[in-house]
Structure formats: structure tokens, C-alpha cells
């Protein structure tokens, strides 16, 4: 599930300047959305991919497959609310591919508006395992829509996941 999630996240991602705005446009969002969608297609972000809850057992999977599959060709970020505990899966990850002693660390809080909007205003995509994301998600949603950051998740939350697509 986490691979199929991820390879769709990628696939939209690599055809963001003519996909997101022709999304925007399908999904009939306000002209904010759909200029925000075009400055973040023009612009450069730091950061590709930051995995958001990292140290999490999905988590932790989601980095790995990325490491192992995009590391030489998409600029990754681990991103989570303990430091020590990113290091640490930093450093598990650079015993299975040594480029990703590299990793750049963000850290952010869930709940924490300001940070979430930091992550996601540095890259391009952001994906979370961080749930319950009716509890959780809610922030992180609302900080890629208003920084024009696609937003990958493994939900399986229906009604919430309704509910994120009608607000943002």
C-alpha cells in the first residue's frame, strides 16, 4: 500500500506545472488555489519529498523505499517532532544506502501550524504517516494547501479524507 501511495504521490508530482493546474481547475477550486498551485509548479523548493513522521513504523518503511528507489534522483528530507529519534532512523538508513547520511532533519509538531508551514513551504511534496489523521492530519492538510505543497497520505479515513479534499 505505502509503494502504491508513494508511486502515485510521484507521478503527479513529476508533471506538476500542466497536472496541478489542470487539476486545480477540475476540482473547481478558488483562483487562490489555482495561482498557488502555479507559483509552487514555477518555483524551486529545497526539498522534493519530506517524510513527516519518520520515526514511525510506516514511517520509517516510507523513508527506506525511498532512499533505496529515488535517492540519486529526488532530493529527500526526514521530518518529525524528535531529533534524536530522526537522527537515529538517518543513520539506519545510511547503512542500507550511503547517501542518505546526508538526510536534512526538519522538525515539526503535528499540531504546530507555524512549523507545518516552514516543512512545507521548502518542498514540493510532502508525505505523512502520521495518524490517526483525523486527529493528526488536519494542520498538515491545511499547511500544504496555503504553501501550494502536494500532500501524500496513507489514510484509510474516509470521511475525513472527504472532508480535507471539500476544504483545501
Known sequence: YIIICID??????????DGIR????????????KRQAIIMAQQQREFDVVVFGAT???GKLLAEYLVTHYISQTK???????QHKLEAVR??????EPLAADLPILIGNSDNLEQLMAIAGRTRCVATTVGP???YGTPLV????LSGTSYCDLTGEASWHATMYNLY
Open 8 to 17: 502515485v504521490c510521484f507521478f503527479f508530482f513529476f508533471q506538476a506545472e
Open 133 to 135: 489523521y483525523a486527529k
Open 56 to 58: 514511525g513504523f510506516s
Open 22 to 33: 489542470d487539476a486545480q481547475e477540475s476540482r473547481g477550486l478558488g483562483d487562490v488555489y
Open 91 to 96: 543513520a539506519s538508513l545510511a547503512k542500507v
Open 142 to 145: 491545511e499547511a500544504c494547501a
Open 76 to 82: 529527500l528530507a526526514l521530518a518529525g517532532r524528535n
